[in-house]
């Protein structure tokens, strides 16, 4: 149990466009999802917390214009990223905890180059 | 953002080796969590600790909750090529609020 998956698991996107991806709880109810962003050989880094039904909480120096969050449901949210940059290709990860909010369930990660 | 020091930063070991790699930090953590991450795969929950001196083990791993509350190591014994990976620790200030902040990550790399 306790199943996230993400959508692309890989994406190439021309500069100044806008990528969508998914992160999906499949077998449980995620009332919290977040997303991080990971460069290469570094660790990863929180950008925003969002919670069903309200507005992403983002962390210190993330944009929230340029980086949108939608919790829409209890299993799905996504992250926008608008007007891509070369300097935005990273690997997404997104993780979700259920209604105990006891442990973070990670996703695969999504890789997004922006040329 | 904030992040917790781990080292080493990177280790080469023979299989059958045991590893030893340790995360500190200037502030308190009411909860560590060990992570493993496979080259291009989300992280994965090794061990998560709750209490601080508390030891506990998964299999070959074993890990401790310093007294502090500033700081945990991880333990694997007779390593195996699969061990191979990055291993982050992360810690949780406020309970009932899972927001994590990563450690640095050690990149472990075992020999057959």
């Known amino acids: 149990g306790a199943v996230v998956s993400q959508h692309p698991s890989w994406v190439i996107c021309k500069s100044g466009t806008s990528v969508k991806i998914e992160c999906r709880s499949l077998?449980?109810?995620?009332?919290?999802m977040f997303w991080y962003r990971q460069f290469p050989k570094q660790s990863l880094m929180l950008m925003a917390t969002?919670?069903?039904?309200?507005?992403?909480?983002?962390e210190q120096g993330v944009e929230k214009d340029k980086f949108l969050i939608n919790h829409a449901s209890l299993t799905l949210s996504t992250l926008t990223v608008t007007s891509a940059h070369p300097e935005d290709s990273s690997f997404y990860i997104c993780?979700?905890?259920?209604?105990?909010?006891?442990?973070?369930?990670f996703g695969p990660g999504t890789r997004l180059t922006v040329t | 953002g904030q992040q917790l020091n781990q080292s080493p930063q990177s280790m080469f070991i023979q299989e059958g080796e045991d590893v030893s790699m340790n995360c500190t930090s200037s502030?308190?953590?009411?909860?560590w969590l060990w992570y493993k991450q496979d080259p291009g795969e989300g992280p994965v929950l090794l061990i998560a600790?709750?209490?601080?001196?508390e030891l506990t083990s998964n299999g070959r791993l074993t890990a401790q909750f310093g007294i502090t509350r500033k700081d945990s190591f991880l333990n694997i014994s007779a390593s195996i090529p699969s061990d191979v990976g990055i291993y982050f620790c992360?810690?949780?200030?406020?309970?009932?609020?899972?927001?994590?902040?990563f450690g640095t990550g050690t990149r472990l790399l075992v020999s057959p």
């Open positions: 969002s919670n069903e039904g309200s507005k992403a909480t983002y």
């Open positions: 600790l709750y209490k601080a001196g």
């Open positions: 502030s308190i953590f009411n909860t």
């Open positions: 993780s979700a905890t259920d209604t105990s909010g006891y442990e973070q369930y």
């Open positions: 077998d449980f109810q995620a009332t919290t």
């Open positions: 992360a810690g949780i200030m406020n309970t009932g609020f899972q927001k994590l902040v």
